[in-house]
Nanobody, 121 residues
Framework: QVQLVESGGGLVQPGGSLRLSCAAS????????MGWYRQAPGKQRELVAA???????NYGDSVKGRFTISGDNAKKTVYLQMNSLKPEDTAVYYC???????????????WGQGTQVTVSS
């Protein structure tokens, strides 16, 4: 059974920091790119950051220079360090595991349950 368990969300003041964690189980970590997405009320889900097992990273334009994604392959865990948080960063943050090996039509895609991040004074 595949599980992606997020933690670390909460309420923070503008300018503050939070660190999200996503612990994966039930997958061969090296076969997946891990990512963080977010969805604010009334908006579409958007990519925040992603990382491959080899360490290549990709960021959404709105978080570049403020957020950092990292991974620990041994622990099957991916982290999102969020600095200089803004009210517009308020959203539910979801962990994603996207299989990148094998036939494209048979690749798996998994989501965590989400964790709320609220940036407010």
């Amino acid at each position: 059974q595949v599980q992606l368990v997020e933690s670390g969300g909460g309420l923070v003041q503008p300018g503050g920091s939070l660190r999200l964690s996503c612990a994966a189980s039930g997958i061969v970590f090296s076969r997946y790119a891990m990512g963080w997405y977010r969805q604010a009320p009334g908006k579409q889900r958007e990519l925040v950051a992603a990382i491959t097992s080899g360490g290549s990273t990709n960021y959404g334009d709105s978080v570049k220079g403020r957020f950092t994604i990292s991974g620990d392959n041994a622990k099957k865990t991916v982290y999102l360090q969020m600095n200089s948080l803004k009210p517009e960063d308020t959203a539910v943050y979801y962990c994603n595991a996207k299989e990148v090996l094998g036939a494209p039509s048979r690749r798996s895609d998994y989501w965590g349950q989400g964790t709320q991040v609220t940036v407010s004074s």
